[in-house]
Protein backbone atom coordinates (compact mmCIF):
# COMPACT_ATOMS: atom_id res chain seq x y z
CA UNK A 1 0.00 0.00 0.00
CA UNK A 2 2.94 2.70 1.07
CA UNK A 3 4.54 1.55 -2.28
CA UNK A 4 1.00 2.62 -4.30
CA UNK A 5 0.65 5.61 -2.32
CA UNK A 6 4.65 6.42 -3.06
CA UNK A 7 4.96 6.00 -6.63
CA UNK A 8 0.84 8.18 -6.78
CA UNK A 9 2.76 10.82 -5.20
CA UNK A 10 6.11 10.78 -6.87
CA UNK A 11 3.56 10.65 -10.69
CA UNK A 12 2.02 14.09 -9.34
CA UNK A 13 5.07 15.95 -8.77
CA UNK A 14 6.52 14.84 -11.93
CA UNK A 15 3.41 15.81 -13.76
CA UNK A 16 3.07 19.43 -11.30
CA UNK A 17 6.76 20.28 -12.35
CA UNK A 18 6.11 19.46 -16.05
CA UNK A 19 3.42 21.53 -16.07
CA UNK A 20 4.65 24.16 -14.65
CA UNK A 21 8.23 24.15 -16.86
CA UNK A 22 5.72 23.79 -20.16
CA UNK A 23 3.77 27.12 -18.97
CA UNK A 24 6.74 29.29 -18.08
CA UNK A 25 7.96 28.41 -21.93
CA UNK A 26 5.06 29.05 -23.25
CA UNK A 27 4.66 32.49 -21.57
CA UNK A 28 8.14 33.20 -22.62
CA UNK A 29 7.31 32.43 -25.98
CA UNK A 30 4.45 34.60 -26.38
CA UNK A 31 6.10 37.71 -25.49
CA UNK A 32 9.03 36.91 -27.94
CA UNK A 33 6.77 36.33 -30.91
CA UNK A 34 4.88 39.09 -31.50
CA UNK A 35 7.85 41.48 -31.66
CA UNK A 36 9.67 38.99 -34.13
CA UNK A 37 6.56 38.30 -36.48
CA UNK A 38 6.08 42.15 -36.67
CA UNK A 39 9.90 42.32 -37.80
CA UNK A 40 9.47 39.96 -39.75
CA UNK A 41 6.80 41.13 -41.44
CA UNK A 42 7.81 44.77 -41.50
CA UNK A 43 9.76 43.98 -45.11
CA UNK A 44 6.47 42.94 -46.78
CA UNK A 45 4.44 46.01 -46.62
CA UNK A 46 6.09 49.41 -47.55
CA UNK A 47 3.27 51.45 -46.83
CA UNK A 48 -0.88 50.59 -46.66
CA UNK A 49 -2.29 53.18 -49.25
CA UNK A 50 -5.96 54.47 -49.64
CA UNK A 51 -7.91 54.60 -52.67
CA UNK A 52 -6.96 58.45 -53.77
CA UNK A 53 -3.35 57.24 -53.93
CA UNK A 54 -4.07 54.30 -56.57
CA UNK A 55 -6.32 56.08 -58.51
CA UNK A 56 -3.09 58.54 -59.55
CA UNK A 57 -1.65 55.25 -60.93
CA UNK A 58 -4.44 53.58 -62.11
CA UNK A 59 -4.85 55.60 -66.00
CA UNK A 60 -3.83 55.53 -69.27
CA UNK A 61 -0.91 55.65 -70.47
CA UNK A 62 0.07 53.49 -67.53
CA UNK A 63 3.07 56.05 -65.64
CA UNK A 64 6.46 55.03 -65.97
CA UNK A 65 8.12 53.33 -63.34
CA UNK A 66 4.92 52.10 -61.89
CA UNK A 67 3.15 48.77 -61.36
CA UNK A 68 -0.42 47.69 -60.46
CA UNK A 69 -0.41 44.20 -59.08
CA UNK A 70 -3.64 42.10 -58.69
CA UNK A 71 -2.64 39.33 -56.15
CA UNK A 72 -5.79 37.40 -56.36
CA UNK A 73 -6.71 34.37 -58.33
CA UNK A 74 -6.75 34.74 -61.78
CA UNK A 75 -9.88 33.17 -63.26
CA UNK A 76 -11.86 33.50 -60.08
CA UNK A 77 -11.54 36.80 -59.28
CA UNK A 78 -9.16 38.76 -61.60
CA UNK A 79 -11.26 37.97 -64.79
CA UNK A 80 -13.79 39.22 -63.46
CA UNK A 81 -12.83 42.47 -62.93
CA UNK A 82 -9.48 44.39 -62.03
CA UNK A 83 -8.25 47.96 -62.03
CA UNK A 84 -7.21 49.02 -65.05
CA UNK A 85 -3.75 48.36 -66.24
CA UNK A 86 -3.21 45.82 -63.52
CA UNK A 87 -1.15 42.77 -64.06
CA UNK A 88 -2.38 39.72 -62.30
CA UNK A 89 0.66 37.79 -60.66
CA UNK A 90 -1.78 35.89 -58.13
CA UNK A 91 -0.34 35.35 -54.79
CA UNK A 92 -0.12 31.37 -54.99
CA UNK A 93 2.13 31.78 -58.18
CA UNK A 94 4.16 34.95 -57.13
CA UNK A 95 7.53 32.87 -57.01
CA UNK A 96 6.92 31.60 -60.78
CA UNK A 97 6.19 34.81 -61.99
CA UNK A 98 8.59 37.20 -60.22
CA UNK A 99 9.53 38.01 -64.05
CA UNK A 100 7.11 39.85 -64.64
CA UNK A 101 7.89 42.34 -61.61
CA UNK A 102 9.96 45.68 -63.24
CA UNK A 103 13.47 45.51 -63.14
CA UNK A 104 13.94 48.92 -62.27
CA UNK A 105 14.12 48.48 -57.89
CA UNK A 106 12.80 51.94 -57.65
CA UNK A 107 9.47 51.50 -59.51
CA UNK A 108 6.11 52.30 -57.88
CA UNK A 109 4.14 48.33 -56.58
CA UNK A 110 1.04 48.73 -56.05
CA UNK A 111 -0.60 45.48 -54.66
CA UNK A 112 -3.87 44.55 -54.16
CA UNK A 113 -6.22 41.60 -52.98
CA UNK A 114 -9.33 40.16 -52.23
CA UNK A 115 -8.79 41.44 -48.53
CA UNK A 116 -8.56 39.14 -45.46
CA UNK A 117 -10.32 35.46 -45.74
Not at 1 to 14: C, D, E, G, H, I
Request: aromatic share 10%.
Amino acid sequence: MKFSRLTTLAVALMLLVAVGFGCTATKSATKETPKKAEAAADWRFHDIVDVKFVQQYAKLPVPENVMIIDSRPKRPKYDKGYIPTAVSIPHSKFDKMVDKLPKDKDAVLIYYCGGPT
